[in-house]
């Protein structure tokens, strides 16, 4: 089977992604995003010839571009070409506000959250969010652009500038920890395997930010909060984030449609990028 890897260049979860590929005996190759071509009524199709698709990166772009892709994978995946993750779960995953929200009209408890436009309305929903809040780009991983926010003045000028960026102001309540999450990797119906990541002396755990990640064989309650978000948002590939909050409450931060696992292979010993092709080749046949 002849895989593309769609990225944005071949960085060290494309190369996994390759090496486990050709150890089941297949072929990846990877194809940038941004490369990408295609036609109605003519032969040109950047994508053509492929078995199916793995999608590791959605690359920024414009509007525009971004649309492009996800109309280019929703139209091969009704052509037929397996697609992991779907698109439709890429659409939704990608969106903070619209993940969210699924994941509440599923029954999963998730932080309160205000989303916005202007500083104002931003500035009346710090206060009814308790003047503790985490402010996150509406786009965006790895908790790159989070911003804890506790003091009034300073909200303000955070909102106002993030106003004039044209930017969505996306409130969460502040949810007291005990300094750390869990990540929880879902694949297909089950959990792949688990971490728990510790805070290094600030309250984000991403590893990506600092956090130290840990093996850890997580409840039967918790996998099935982990199953039960990765199926409110349609993506059998995901990376749940579960925090331990005040009176034993378990909230579901995020769920991630291209998890990365670097950190999370060699902490519990599980190939991840070979679990991931098995997976996919084994539902391609199915089909």
């Avoid at 205000?114 to 969010?129: M, R, Y």
């Avoid at 909200?155 to 300094?179: M, N």
């Avoid at 349609?234 to 034993?248: C, F, H, T, V």
């Avoid at 950190?263 to 046949?285: M, N, Q, W």
Wanted: proline share 5%; charged share 20%.
């Amino acid at each position: 089977m002849q895989i593309a890897i769609l990225s944005a260049g071949n960085g060290w979860h494309v190369q996994d992604l390759i090496r486990a590929a050709g150890e089941l005996g297949h072929q990846a190759i990877p194809v940038d995003f941004r490369r990408v071509a295609a036609s109605v009524n003519a032969s040109t199709h950047s994508l053509s010839g492929f078995d199916g698709l793995i999608v590791r990166t959605m690359p920024p772009g414009s509007l525009e571009q971004v649309i492009f892709r996800m109309d280019v994978l929703q139209r091969l995946q009704a052509e037929g070409v397996p697609v992991l993750n779907p698109p439709r779960a890429l659409e939704i995953c990608v969106d903070k506000y619209l993940a969210s929200a699924r994941l509440a009209a599923a029954g999963l408890r998730v932080p309160p959250t205000i989303v916005c436009q202007d500083a104002e309305a931003a500035l009346e929903a710090f206060n009814t969010l308790g003047g503790d809040v985490v402010v996150k780009p509406l786009f965006g991983s790895e908790g790159r652009g989070m911003m804890r926010v506790s003091d009034h003045d300073l909200a303000w000028r955070t909102f106002r500038t993030l106003e004039r960026t044209q930017s969505v102001l996306y409130l969460q309540k502040f949810i007291h920890h005990p300094g750390w999450d869990l990540r929880v990797f879902v694949l297909g119906k089950r959990v792949l395997t688990a971490m728990r990541r510790r805070a290094d002396g600030h309250w984000r755990t991403n590893v990506a930010q600092g956090g130290k990640g840990e093996r850890v064989v997580i409840s039967r309650e918790m996998a099935d909060l982990a199953i039960r978000a990765a199926k409110a948002v349609q993506a059998p590939l995901s990376g749940i984030d579960l925090l331990p909050g005040p009176e034993d409450q378990v909230f579901v931060l995020e769920v991630n449609a291209v998890p990365g696992w670097r950190a999370l292979s060699p902490i519990t010993g599980v190939d991840v990028a070979k679990e991931i092709v098995h997976y996919f080749i084994s539902e391609f046949r199915n089909r």
